[in-house]
């Protein structure tokens, strides 16, 4: 199994960016997927997570609004839209898949790599 996240890179505060993550070798639609992130220093956090469907997704308070999880089965693909972008969205983001819905972190079963995400002031 292989979760690929892309897309990172270097913003200014305000801007936008579009995260992907390509899975291969996972039956993706029997996944709930899941983006976390991780900054310096920091435990790593839920971000949002989005139903085998997509018709359901759950965002962390801090990104509602400014952040949007999408999928495309068709595709094994999964996204994340950001947009107004604050310095303290600066992290690893990870993409990662689930077999339940809105479980903790460590039940998540597969984990991408991570891309770096840095947003300037």
């Known amino acids: 199994v292989q979760l690929q996240a892309s897309g990172g890179g270097l913003v200014q505060a305000g801007g936008s960016l579009r995260l992907s993550c390509k899975a291969s070798?996972?039956?993706?639609?029997?996944?709930?997927m899941g983006w976390f992130r991780q900054a310096p220093g920091k435990e790593r956090e839920f971000v949002a997570a989005?139903?085998?469907?997509?018709?359901?997704?759950y965002y962390a308070d801090s990104v509602k609004g400014r952040l949007t999880i999408s999928r495309d089965n068709a595709k094994n693909a999964l996204y994340l839209q950001m947009n107004s972008l604050k310095p303290e969205d600066t992290a690893v983001y990870y993409c990662?898949?689930?077999?339940?819905?809105?479980?903790?972190?460590?039940?998540?079963?597969?984990w991408g790599q991570g891309t770096q995400v840095t947003v300037s002031s």
């Open positions: 990662a898949a689930a077999v339940r819905w809105l479980v903790r972190r460590d039940e998540y079963d597969y």
């Open positions: 070798q996972l039956t993706f639609s029997a996944y709930v």
């Open positions: 989005i139903t085998w469907t997509g018709s359901s997704k």
